[in-house]
């Protein structure tokens, strides 16, 4: 019988913005060939998921972290967070030096300190992982800023899904829950920082889980024939709603005990994996 697979990208697709592993490619457009429904399910923006992730070819895309789902060009799913939300939050970053991003649909909008920041800490990564990629038979990644950001000066407050934030301290993921309240999802983020946090800020009950639900619904579909795989804290919902959870083998442990059944790693095919063994391909 047809499936549907919700999948991550980065980390899961995509090894953070640097490499995909040719099989996934070829996984994942197989299993579509033979009838199945492959979507993407991010945190990313709609309009911040890498080119050549959108390029593999996909039959819809949860962004956002469930605020949004669309298909076909058409939104599914839409949950702006209230503007009145989006105020508590930048007045908590404000008071406690926090840098940030607002992401709506479609696009990302950087707070005035976050570029220089991320900028030296994705410098400092990418020449740490040319050398891995190299070893392992992938192209080593490009150089440069920050892509695809914009201003935080010019963000419509009424079209934001939700907030990543970089902080200098590393308890602000449990701060901000405490401080903010019970009407937000606050979890750690997936950015590796040496030092500090990083975290997402979203509405209390709009997740990849509700998402999914959402979009399940629409199709007609059953969640006992839905996939999921992902590697990060934004993907515990998923894993709570689809019949077959899949963590990466680069998830956090905790995260693979979440799920289950655990696959092998970005890079040394786990999304290929995880398709052969459920018998999509």
């Known amino acids: 019988m047809p499936r549907i697979a919700f999948l991550d990208v980065d980390g899961t697709i995509i090894e953070h913005g640097s490499a995909i592993a040719p099989s996934t490619i070829t996984a994942i457009r197989q299993a579509r060939a033979n009838g199945h429904l492959v979507w993407l399910c991010t945190g990313r923006a709609d ?55 607002l992401q709506t649909h479609e696009a990302v909008f950087a707070s005035p300190g976050v570029e220089p920041v991320m900028r030296e800490y994705v410098q400092k990564r990418l020449a740490a992982r040319a050398a891995e990629l190299a070893a392992l038979g992938h192209p080593a990644p490009a150089t440069g800023p920050i892509p695809r950001t914009r201003p935080l000066a010019e963000v419509d407050r009424d079209r934001v899904a939700k907030a990543v934030f970089v902080s200098p301290s590393t308890d602000t993921v449990a701060h901000a829950a405490a401080e903010l309240g019970p009407g937000f999802h606050v979890i750690p983020g997936s950015i590796p ?39 990060s804290w934004n993907d515990v919902e998923m894993f709570e709603v689809v019949g077959t959870p899949v963590a990466m083998g680069n998830a956090p442990v905790e995260l693979q005990r979440l799920a289950g059944r655990v696959t092998t790693s970005v890079l040394e095919d786990g999304v290929h994996n995880a398709f052969a063994e459920l018998g999509l391909l």
């Open 47 to 101: 309009g911040d998921i890498h080119p050549d992730v959108r390029a593999i070819g996909f039959d819809g895309a949860i962004s956002n972290g469930g605020a949004y789902a669309t298909r076909d060009g058409a939104l599914l799913v839409e949950h702006p967070m209230p503007r009145d939300d989006v105020a508590a939050i930048e007045t908590y970053f404000e008071a406690h030096g926090i840098h940030y991003f």
């Open 193 to 231: 920082l040496p030092g500090g946090s990083n975290g997402e800020i979203g509405q209390a009950g709009v997740t990849k889980g509700s998402a999914i639900v959402e979009v399940l619904g629409i199709l007609g579909l059953d969640a006992t024939d839905a996939i999921g795989i992902g590697d």
